[in-house]
């Protein structure tokens, strides 16, 4: 393509792709009830932006919804990135059939689907039905074989003659660990923590079956209250809802987006 | 390293925690799945008794398994498709380092950072009244371009990471030898591509067999249940408290891709190796 018209078309086709669908939402979310019933891309006449927030925020109970995510995705990415790394450390570092049958073993979740409905019969029986500790243990089981899959690779990279410095020092293996490939480990870390947050903030279907009813979420909480009646045509609020839902991952991901990117795409293409 | 010095500096019980949950959270449920499949496993009754593959007859017989496995396998192909050459695409558009480009890629970044749930109700919104969700035949394939909307922005950061990894140096030689650029680009760059192709085709194709917010958000499974995808379907039967059958299109699901899964890895593998 020629290079005069390729700003153009860039600009043509972000406008019309990703500009009409977020326009729709940022609309919509600023409309009165009576001008969304009908969403449409003309923007409101007078902006109720901060009114919905209100309204979603004190009827959709968003608060305890907010406290429920966080209770939930901050110590599942904890454990799932201190857990993995790990395993992932010893199986990049020692080249054996065991290992190499672990490691076979440990990321096939990534691409098989976990089993949702007897994985609450388990949860059931263990006495972690319905619980915050049991949603974290099936995400762990989840999303593991993520950070085993991209941290495996990434120590490969890494010199072993780092480690040795240590160990020479009489570091023991979890000193070593910690202070020396823990540090190293934080380019794939920082990409790891953006994909599971973006997992485990956005998951909808795992979570329903998992706490469904019994503990509340973002994501469970838009399901519940854009299916039932309460919001029933109340585009405005959806849309206020959607907002408030992206918002944090937005930030983050704006605060980190070099960092993400080129760990996103090492991972995937070596 | 030899095996006494590995012990030593890197212990196995260093994989013991990440291993011990992926048995209990995720070996075990997909074991359970192999036993309660054949049970009578329901919300109305506290005993769970073998009942054989009746489940398994049943949804074969009234049409749904078939149906629903058709329409998976369908939704996958569809948004893998989609989803490449859309990610292809773009990361030929924006591959030269311009600001406008960089900005540009950051709104393709935007719908991946979204809900799945969210971006189905915008579509919704979206195309309310057109009809496009309401057909029986062309429902299924618009949902699979909103899921490929939602993830072709990733598809584009691997390809342009592929796209980067090439040496100039062989482009130069190309021209060199009088290649066009059409002709250096698909004699040349395109078969470099490989390994960014094989983990997109097969992340988008087995991936989205397990697809679940979008078609929801949009559709439900409906217009008369031509987009009810496996897990849709599990969905539903959960909540009718139809545990056994639940279980038993999950077990199906589960086996559907890890059959596929095997032979798309090992065949784009191939692909590779000739190129």
């Known amino acids: 393509m020629s290079r005069r018209l390729q700003p153009v078309a860039v600009i043509v086709l972000v ?99 976990p089993a949702v409905v007897t994985v609450v019969l388990l949860l059931r029986q263990l006495g972690l039905a319905g619980t915050a500790l049991g949603m974290i243990g099936v995400y762990l089981g989840i999303y593991l074989s993520t950070v085993i899959f991209f941290v495996t690779g990434f120590v490969r990279t890494i010199p072993e003659a780092l480690e040795e410095a240590a160990r020479i020092d ?69 849309f206020t809802y959607v907002i408030l839902m992206s918002l944090p991952l937005v930030v983050v991901f704006a605060v980190a987006q070099r960092r993400i990117i080129s760990g996103i795409t090492g991972g995937a293409v070596k | 390293m030899t095996t006494a010095i590995g012990r030593r500096t890197h212990p196995l019980w260093f994989l013991l925690p990440a291993y011990a949950l ?106 309310k009244g057109t009809g496009a969700l309401a057909d029986t035949t062309w429902t299924l394939p618009v949902v699979a371009l909103i899921h490929a909307w939602k993830w072709m922005g990733l598809a584009m950061l691997i390809y342009l990471a592929g796209l980067k990894t090439i040496p100039l140096d062989l482009l130069e030689a190309a021209r060199l030898d009088g290649a066009s650029r059409w002709h250096s680009f698909w ?31 949009t559709t439900g499974g409906g217009p008369a249940r031509t987009t009810e995808l496996l897990n849709i379907f599990i969905y539903r039967t959960f909540g009718q408290g139809l545990f056994a059958q639940a279980t038993t299109m999950s077990l199906v699901l589960f086996l559907l891709v890890a059959l596929m899964a095997f032979p798309v890895i090992v065949l784009l593998r191939r692909r590779e190796e000739v190129l």
């Open chain 1, 15 to 113: 406008a019309v792709v990703i500009g009409i669908p977020l326009w729709l939402v940022i609309a919509t979310a600023g409309k009165s009830q009576g001008e969304a019933i009908d969403p449409n891309l003309r923007p409101p006449t007078h902006w109720h932006l901060l009114d919905n927030v209100r309204q979603v925020w004190v009827d959709a109970d968003v608060p305890a919804a907010f406290v429920g995510s966080l209770l939930i995705v901050v110590p599942t990415v904890a454990a799932v990135l201190v857990l993995g790394s790990m395993a992932a450390w010893v199986l990049a570092r020692r080249a054996s059939r065991l290992t190499a049958v672990l490691y076979a073993a440990g990321i096939s979740g990534i691409i098989l689907p």
């Open chain 1, 170 to 238: 009489g570091a023991g293996p979890f000193a070593v660990f910690r202070k020396v490939v823990l540090p190293l480990l934080r380019p794939v870390l920082a990409t790891a923590t953006i994909l599971i947050c973006l997992y485990v903030w956005n998951d909808v279907f795992y979570a329903f079956f998992v706490i469904g009813g019994r503990l509340d979420t973002l994501p469970l909480n838009l399901f519940r209250v854009a299916s039932a009646g309460l919001y029933l045509n109340n585009w405005h609020l959806i």
């Open chain 2, 22 to 127: 992926l048995l209990v959270f995720f070996v075990l449920p997909t074991a359970y799945q192999f036993v309660y499949a054949f049970t009578d496993w329901s919300g109305f009754k506290a005993s769970i008794n073998p009942v054989g593959v009746d489940n398994l007859t049943q949804l074969a017989s009234d049409g749904t398994l078939f149906r629903a496995l058709r329409i998976t396998v369908v939704y996958a192909v569809l948004v893998a498709i989609f989803q490449n050459v859309f990610g292809f695409g773009l990361a030929v558009l924006l591959e030269r380092d311009t600001a406008l480009n960089r900005i540009a890629r950051t709104f393709f970044l935007i719908p991946v950072l979204m809900s799945a749930l969210a971006v189905g109700y915008v579509f919704q919104a979206l195309l």
């Open chain 2, 187 to 217: 004699r040349v760059r395109a078969p470099l591509l490989a390994p960014a192709v094989t983990f997109n085709v097969a992340t988008a194709l087995l991936g989205s067999m397990n697809g679940f917010d979008i078609v929801q958000a």
